[in-house]
Structures are given as C-alpha cells and as structure tokens.
C-alpha cells in the first residue's frame, strides 16, 4: 500500500497568493484529516471528512482557509490568500471511520508564506 | 476544552538508561489516550491506544500506562535509534474522531 500521498512536499509563496495542497488517502479509508504543525501550537486539527462530508471544521483559522473531498481518493486544502502567519507543516491522515487508532498520516507540505 | 499537557520538553538519554516520558490530560469524558511516534521530516506514526485506567501496552522496548489524570510512555534500555518526538493525544467520549495532541517530547538517545 502506498500510504497517504501528499503534495506538493515543500511550497514557497509570497503573501497574497493562493496555496493549494493536495491529499490522496489510503483506499479503503472513508475519514480523511487535515492537520497544521507549528512549533507554538503543536499539531492541531483544522477538518475532517467522513465519506466525502465534512464534519468538524471548527479548527479552521478563518475565512482564507477552506477544504473539499470531492471524491473517496482526493482532497484539497487552500488557502487564499496566504500570510506569513501560515507557515507551517501540513498532514493529511486517514482512517476507516470509527478506528481513529489507526490514523495513518502523510509525509506532510511544509509552507513557507514570504 | 480538552488539553494535553506533556513533560519533559526535551529529553536526553544515554543508551541503556531507561526514563518515562509524561502526559498529562484534562477531559470531560475519555474515549481513548494515543501516543505517536515523530521522527524528523516526517508524518507521526501510530504507537498505541489506551482506553481505560489501568490499561497497559508494550512494543519492544514502550510501554505505556494510563491513569484517570495521566499516561506514561516508559523506555527500558533506549537504543539511539528510539531518538524521536513523541506525542500523546487524546479523544473525547463525545463522538467527534478528533484528537486533541500535545506539543510532544523530543527524546534523543546518546550512543
């Protein structure tokens, strides 16, 4: 099995651009998780999806960010338009619904907003 | 709001001395305590679940513990290749598959 693919693994930008980062999860996984990694505030919880719906995206930061699973094997993550204040490192990880014990995490996009 | 609070920051071992690395949490009805494996660059990789005080796990040389306040990741005889962050999250009773994580503990093992 190929894993959790993400991409792209590391995107420069300046500030005002639109970002998009893209997820592919493991086939067979019906819940999919987005994640931001910062040194201050550790790994939190942004969205996640159960059968292509999202259900909990109280952890988006505001407006500029937004996520879609328009089918079982894909996913985006924008951001428009990017801050400095948005760099970060990126996860996506999947699941079968209900097993959140096996929560498999890609390798991850590390942002950098100039 | 559940919080996971984990200790030491930083950690420092010799290879063979063997430690436990702290999580503390706080909420309102405990549905499972994870603890993940970090290593440089990469995604976190699944250890173990917890779901009950008292409960015990064990992989190679981990084991982790739980309480109703608190869990322990203990190290018996660390090898360098144990050198990692590791991070402790938990999920609330609530129904949500959301897990909350701490900043984690960065565990290097000296040769």
């Known amino acids: 099995d190929a894993g959790v693919i993400q991409s792209p693994r590391h995107e420069v930008t300046e500030m005002g651009q639109e970002v998009t980062l893209r997820c592919k999860p493991i086939?067979?996984?019906?819940?999919l998780f987005w994640y931001r990694q910062t040194m201050m505030r550790g790994l939190e919880l942004l969205i996640y999806?159960?059968?292509?719906?999202?259900?909990?995206d109280s952890g988006m930061p505001e407006d500029r960010f937004s996520a879609k699973m328009p089918n079982a094997s894909f996913s985006t993550l924008k951001i428009q338009p990017s801050e400095p204040r948005d760099s970060a490192v990126y996860f996506c990880?999947?699941?079968?619904?209900?097993?959140?014990?096996?929560?498999?995490f890609g390798p991850g996009t590390r942002l950098t907003v100039l | 709001e559940d919080q996971v609070t984990q200790s030491p920051e930083a950690l420092r071992l010799q290879e063979g001395e063997s430690s436990s690395l702290n999580c503390s949490y706080t909420?309102?009805?405990?549905?499972?305590l994870f603890w993940y494996r970090q290593d440089p660059g990469k995604g976190p990789e699944f250890l173990f679940t917890?779901?009950?005080a008292g409960e015990e796990k064990e992989k190679e040389r981990l084991k982790a513990t739980l309480t109703k306040k608190e869990s322990f990741l203990h190290i018996t005889a660390p090898k360098p290749e144990d050198s990692a962050t590791y991070l402790c999250?938990?999920?609330?009773?609530?129904?949500?598959?959301?897990?909350?994580f701490g900043k984690g503990t960065k565990l290097t093992v000296n040769p």
């Open positions: 990880a999947s699941s079968r619904q209900g097993r959140t014990d096996t929560q498999y």
């Open positions: 086939s067979g996984h019906n819940s």
């Open positions: 999806f159960n059968n292509n719906v999202p259900i909990d």
């Open positions: 909420v309102s009805g405990l549905r499972g």
């Open positions: 917890l779901y009950s």
């Open positions: 999250a938990v999920q609330n009773q609530g129904g949500s598959e959301k897990l909350v």
